[in-house]
Structure formats: structure tokens, C-alpha cells
């Protein structure tokens, strides 16, 4: 079973599991739709995802992200898929705090 929505500060977005023209994810600020490629898997889907998380969270919190720019966003955005990869007892205490 795929993710179908996000919710994030009282808006709804929509996910959608297609192929994106040049790129392996997209997030629509205007249709309120992310866009994942469904070929991706493991550690490159969770970094895309936190990725694109990231362009949710700077747009719902009216952050120019042009001002961060798209390397800046990746570098540090995608990070966090590696940290919890890479430390499993952490990643159960997020899991655990968040009930």
C-alpha cells in the first residue's frame, strides 16, 4: 500500500506514484500534488522523500527556498534518510515518541 496524502498544517497533498519528466520527484505548490517516481526504492526513496519534504515544509512556511537553492536543499534535506538508516535505536525512539 502506497502513500496517498500528506498532511501538513491543515493542507492536504496529494501523492501521486508516476514517472516526472527530468527529474525522480516533484512538488506542485499550485495542485498541492508530490510526484514520485515509482521505480525508486531503499535509501534513494527515503532521501527524495525527506527532499522533498523539505520544498513542502519552506513553501506552507513561505520560506524562499531560491534563497537556500536546490544543492543547499538536497545536501542537507537528504541527510536525514542517512541518519536514520544508520541508527536504528534512534530511529525507534522517534517512532516511540511520536504515539
Known amino acids: ?20 519528466k527530468d527529474c525522480l520527484a516533484v512538488y506542485d505548490t499550485n495542485e498541492s500534488t508530490l510526484t514520485i517516481n515509482p521505480n525508486l526504492k531503499g535509501l534513494m526513496l527515503g532521501k527524495i522523500i525527506y527532499h ?3 520544498h513542502i515544509i519552506c513553501d506552507l512556511n513561505k520560506v524562499d527556498i531560491n534563497k537556500i537553492g ?5 545536501l542537507l534535506s537528504e541527510e536525514y534518510a542517512i541518519i536514520k ?3 536504528p535505536k534512534l530511529n525507534k525512539l522517534i517512532q516511540r515518541s511520536l504515539k
Request: aromatic letters at 10%.
Open 52 to 54: 522533498e519534504l523539505w
Open 70 to 74: 536546490e544543492e543547499k536543499t538536497a
Open 85 to 87: 538508516k544508520g541508527n
Open 1 to 20: 500500500m502506497k502513500l496517498k496524502q500528506i498532511t501538513y498544517k491543515r493542507r492536504k497533498i496529494k501523492v501521486l506514484w508516476q514517472e516526472c
